[in-house]
């Protein structure tokens, strides 16, 4: 059984910081690339950052440049996103997303989300 599992959100004030787990099991996390999205309230979802299987490499939404940085432990199945100097507009859902390829077709999947709130 695949499962996604966030953990981390939370109320911060503004200028702090989160630390966002996304813990996985039921498929090769090794082998999929992991992305952070957020959907804040009555918008649609946006990417926040993504790395490669290996980790080697990542990718920002421009936005989120020199505050957030997602990295991967792939010994412990398990993809970080560190938020730092967070703002308000930062307030939303944070969905874990996995996507790999394999028999031809692209595999994904979504954990259930994790809520920041960036408030005074």
């Known amino acids: 059984q695949v499962q996604l599992v966030e953990s981390g959100g939370g109320l911060v004030q503004p200028g702090g910081s989160l630390r966002l787990s996304c813990a996985v099991s039921g498929f090769t996390f090794s082998s999929y690339a992991m992305s952070w999205y957020r959907q804040a309230p009555g918008k649609g979802r946006e990417l926040v950052a993504s790395?490669?299987?290996?980790?080697?490499?990542?990718h920002y939404t421009d936005s989120m440049k020199g505050r957030f940085t997602i990295s991967r432990d792939n010994a412990k199945n398990t993809v970080y996103l560190q938020m730092t100097s967070l703002k308000p507009e930062d307030t939303a859902v944070y969905y874990c997303n996995a996507k790999g390829f394999k028999y031809g077709k692209v595999w994904e999947y979504w954990g259930q989300g994790t809520q920041v709130t960036v408030s005074s």
């Open positions: 790395i490669t299987s290996v980790g080697d490499a990542t």
